[in-house]
């Protein structure tokens, strides 16, 4: 049974302009332990709905419609009082540049005792101490980290103190939003292989947020590609790098470097479109090099490819049901 279900997730936000659809129908599952990839454009709405599934948009933003079911309890329904406690101890979120968000007068140690405070957990000093040494350790930082102040530490440092604060309550899921955005190459994969470490540690299951093709490739079981506010395909990582489905996907791939580096590098041609103005039908249409009349009229429904892998294309269906 998957441990966190989400369907029909729709976040909107009230612009001057009329509403900008963020969010637009997404559904997708994720198992425990699993760690899933969402990946996509900036703009293609995966923080937005990242935040939705921990109930954190804020005004002008809205949550229209969806279901996230985490071990069985809908988020969505949750009085404000028992979404506080789910919050970090049953899903926590490093979101983008939680490492800028770090309090620059607070110790760390206090700034990671903050979280588990707030949850009433409540142990003695020493039990605080000897707990706070283990989580720094688990995250690969020596235990005087604790008493230093953000500005004392590196960017990748200070992104595993972030990574410490979300696995203070071990919670079943982390959503971490462009975790390694801002660091270099090298610090990057010191943070990836530390999520990956404690993840694996507390069996937690990671949803990863990003738009480095290579990082998903080296990090996720499964990857879902978002696309103006919508899902256009998911699949277990080696099937969706091998065998894309969707138009958009198959860009993509096709734009990665190669080990011999000489082909033509290939982006995809124009650019996404307005979520003020979403085209009807296919939302990839102006851009896809494969349109076809019916893709300007209706929405590609999700096809199988094979086992827990789908795009949503008309391409995939029979030639007779393209008219
Ligand atoms: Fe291209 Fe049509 Fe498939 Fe959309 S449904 S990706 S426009 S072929």
New binding site residues.
């Given amino acids: 049974m998957a441990l966190l279900e989400v369907s029909d997730l729709r976040v909107h936000y009230a612009t001057s302009r009329g509403p900008v659809r963020a969010v637009d129908g997404v559904s997708f599952a994720l198992d425990p332990g699993e760690r899933l990839g969402l990946m996509g454009e900036s703009g293609s709405g995966k923080s937005t709905a990242a935040l939705a599934l921990m109930r954190l948009i804020r005004p002008p933003g809205h949550i229209d419609s969806g279901r996230v079911y985490l071990d069985g309890e809908d988020l969505m329904t949750l009085s404000e009082q028992r979404l506080r406690e789910a919050r970090l101890a049953q899903i926590a979120l490093i979101s983008q540049g939680a490492m800028n968000s770090l309090h620059p007068v607070m110790r760390i140690g206090d700034q990671v005792h903050d979280g588990v405070r707030h949850h009433g957990v409540r142990m003695s000093r020493s039990e605080w101490q000897h707990r706070l040494n283990g989580l720094l350790a688990r995250v690969g930082l020596r235990p005087e980290v604790a008493s230093a102040y953000p500005h004392h530490l590196s960017g990748g440092m200070k992104q595993r103190v972030c990574i410490a604060i979300a696995i203070s309550l071990e919670p079943k899921v982390i959503i971490a939003d462009e975790p390694t955005s801002a660091l270099d190459v090298v610090v990057q994969r010191t943070v990836m292989e530390t999520l990956r470490r404690v993840q694996e540690d507390i069996d937690a299951a990671v949803i990863l947020i990003g738009h480095d093709m290579g990082l998903m490739a080296q990090f996720a079981d499964r990857v879902a590609v978002m696309y103006a506010g919508r899902l256009l395909e998911e699949g277990p990582v080696r099937d969706l790098f091998q065998r894309p489905g969707?138009?958009?996907t198959q860009l993509l791939v096709a734009s990665l470097p190669t080990l011999s580096g000489k082909a033509q590098f290939r982006g995809a041609p124009g650019f996404p479109p307005s979520l003020l103005d979403l085209p009807p039908g296919?939302v990839?249409?102006p851009r896809?090099p494969?349109?076809?009349d019916i893709?300007r009229r209706e929405l590609?429904p999700a096809v199988p490819i094979s086992e827990r892998h789908w795009a949503?294309?008309?391409?995939l269906r029979a030639p007779e049901v393209r008219q």
């Fill in positions: 969707h138009p958009y296919c990839f249409h896809c494969h349109v076809m893709c590609p949503a294309c008309f391409l």
